[in-house]
């Protein structure tokens, strides 16, 4: 099998893995990374999003061959500052339910933030509109969100 160098939170690990090996497989059942959840596998839930190059992608649907030398942020990576305004915004606000599709929303929201601080109403909802929720905590993110840019990050 072909071995592959990945910089997953600024750290180096090789995966031995077939070439079209779906990078949420490898975080989670490689690298033992399971923060980033799987959903539909589809691509269509968010479940699965993580940070290449500092963007949001949805990492069930990117083969890990198309990630070598690019750098890859779980929500393990990130939650290396638990001070983190998300993470904090996030307890103070009890935006959680069962929690399954958080990562994704968080990891999602993080993305924005890297590329723009002060996103308008409709910039943010572009942005987190593709990450579904089952419990229905859309109001308790908009709040937390709303929260945020108010505040700065
Ligand atoms: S698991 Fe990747 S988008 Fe649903
Ligand atoms: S908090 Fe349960 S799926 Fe979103």
């Not at 071995?3 to 059942?29: C, G, H, M, Q």
């Not at 992608?57 to 750098?71: A, F, T």
């Not at 998300?86 to 399954?100: A, D, H, N």
């Not at 993080?110 to 909802?125: G, M, Q, R, V, Y």
């Amino acid at each position: 099998m072909p071995e592959f160098k990945l910089k997953v939170n600024n750290k180096t690990y090789i995966a031995n893995v077939e070439s079209e090996t779906p990078l949420l497989w490898v975080l989670r059942d490689t690298l033992g990374l399971t923060g980033t959840k799987y959903g539909c596998g589809e691509g269509i839930c968010g479940s699965c999003v993580v940070h290449i190059d500092g963007k949001a992608e949805r990492s069930c649907s990117i083969p890990v061959n198309d990630v070598s030398g690019k750098s890859i942020t779980t929500i393990e990576g990130l939650a290396e500052n638990p001070d983190h305004k998300i993470f904090k915004t996030w307890i103070e606000l009890e935006v959680s339910q069962c929690g399954y599709c958080q990562p994704g929303q968080i990891m999602t929201l993080a993305a924005l933030f890297n590329s723009n601080k002060k996103p308008t109403k409709s910039e943010i909802d572009e942005a987190m509109s593709g990450v579904l929720c089952r419990c229905g905590t859309y109001p308790r993110i908009k709040k937390a969100v709303e929260k945020i840019v108010k505040e700065g990050i």
